[in-house]
């Protein structure tokens, strides 16, 4: 596996001449698409074919993030003891198996609301053990120098997916239901697993004697003392914590306060539609924004904009063509921050962290930044029925300008080139690697 690439003064050749990155790419891609497929069909298998009731929907979407608040600390630990490639290809193979089963369910008329359940649930947990794999996994083949630009690439397949994905879902759906266009899901993920079947195989972090010497609580202590005494882990996953609090409490009432200000169906999805082609240019810019401004600048940037955004939907009133026009402008705002903010958290995370300690700091970040989201949707609907909707959106945006305070008066703001650590970063070196 490549550990990085020397430094020279030349240009490095495009990711996409290389076999293993390009092979990464081409699967996850293909995921990525998929699981839009899903995302859609799911829910609507659920809706229009096993007639859920409101209680049941809500459910069938908590179940897909819940593993990560169950198990994701655990997976974490575990992760750090053995080779990650592995682990991804079972999982993918265990979430195409398992989605399999809801077509073939429907062809021999078995199908209910408690196996959609355990499918998503079962998708939901490989979806954790693969994520913090991956993540894992990246450092190493691609090399932590250009972890940003492959992150950013990916970002891109990621934002391109959410905005042909749910059309590509529609034609589906519409041309053989629900339950069949999975099949498209199933061999995304077949697909994937071919893939990196096709990566170079890595080694366990450390010696299996030394990991289990230490328990499973200690080990997890490890990857927040990580986070906790890096400066550069410290601030990001701080203000990543708190933008995703204050962004769940948004997501909260969003669409109850469209409809709210009298937007009909149409019009919300314009501006869903809108937001999802700011997501897909932020990920397109995010490399050359980031290499013209520098990491620091840009993640807070990417912490700015949602409040702008949210201050533009407070600001609506009535569902006018100017209004619908404000707030789709504001959605695109919102969303062009989105890929900025992924990449360069996510590539923070992957540079400053020891390999063997990859797994548990990325499933410790991931779990309160996923959790305080959760939270933070309870906390906004509970303002929401309390103060109305107009204050709650206003919180949001108050919010999302403290995240970027917090990296404002933080080294991360010093910070050009994840490939350059800052100088702040330099004294707890010593103590990752002794962690490690």
């Known amino acids: 596996m490549n550990t990085g690439t020397a430094t020279t003064g030349a240009k490095p050749p495009s990711l996409f001449r290389q076999r293993d990155f390009l092979l990464l790419f081409t699967g996850q891609t293909s995921s990525l698409f998929g699981s839009q497929i899903t995302y859609v069909a799911v829910p609507l298998t659920a809706v229009l074919l096993l007639q859920a009731t409101p209680f049941e929907a809500g459910v069938l979407g908590a179940l897909g993030m819940l593993p990560f608040l169950l198990f994701g600390l655990f997976v974490g630990v575990w992760l750090d003891r053995r080779a990650r490639r592995p682990v991804m290809i079972v999982a993918d193979v265990v ?40 993540q894992s996994y990246a450092p190493g083949l691609i090399g932590r120098d250009r972890l940003p630009e492959a992150n950013g690439k990916l970002q891109i397949s990621d934002s391109a997916a959410q905005v042909a994905g749910p059309g590509a879902a529609g034609v589906l759906i519409s041309a053989l239901g629900a339950p069949a266009a999975i099949v498209v899901d199933v061999a995304t993920y077949v697909l994937s697993s071919i893939t990196v079947i096709g990566l170079p195989a890595d080694k366990a972090p450390e010696s299996e004697a030394a990991a289990e010497s230490r328990s499973i609580r200690a080990s997890i202590r490890e990857g927040f003392a990580v986070i906790g ?112 903010y992924n990449v360069n958290v996510m590539s923070f995370r992957q540079v400053y962290t020891p390999d063997g300690l990859l797994g548990r700091v990325t499933a410790t970040a991931r779990t309160g930044i996923l959790g305080s989201y959760a939270v933070g949707s309870l906390l906004g609907g509970a303002l929401g029925s309390a103060a109305g909707l107009r204050p709650t959106v206003l919180v949001a945006a108050a919010g999302t300008f403290a995240a970027a305070l917090i990296l404002l008066v933080s080294p991360v703001r010093a910070v050009r080139r994840l490939n350059d650590p800052s100088p702040e970063a330099e004294p707890d070196t010593a103590v990752q690697d002794q962690t490690s």
């Open 229 to 340: 005494k890096n400066p550069m882990l410290r601030w990001t996953t701080a203000a990543a914590v708190t933008i995703n609090l204050f962004s769940g409490g948004l997501m909260a009432v969003f669409f109850l306060y469209l409809v709210h200000v009298g937007m009909g169906a149409a019009q919300v999805g314009l501006i869903v539609a809108i937001g999802s082609a700011g997501a897909l240019a932020g990920a397109l810019l995010t490399e050359r924004l980031t290499g013209r401004f520098g990491v620091g600048s840009m993640l807070i940037l990417s912490m700015v904009l949602p409040g702008l955004g949210y201050l533009v939907l407070a600001a609506v009133k009535g569902n006018s063509a100017a209004a619908v026009a404000a707030v789709a402008a504001g959605s695109f705002i919102v969303q062009f921050g989105v890929p900025i």
């Open 95 to 134: 979430r195409a198996v398992a989605l399999a089963w809801i077509p073939i369910a429907h062809v021999l008329g078995i199908l209910n609301i408690a196996q959609l359940f355990a499918v998503v649930f079962v998708v939901g947990t490989m979806t954790v053990f693969f994520d913090i794999a991956i």
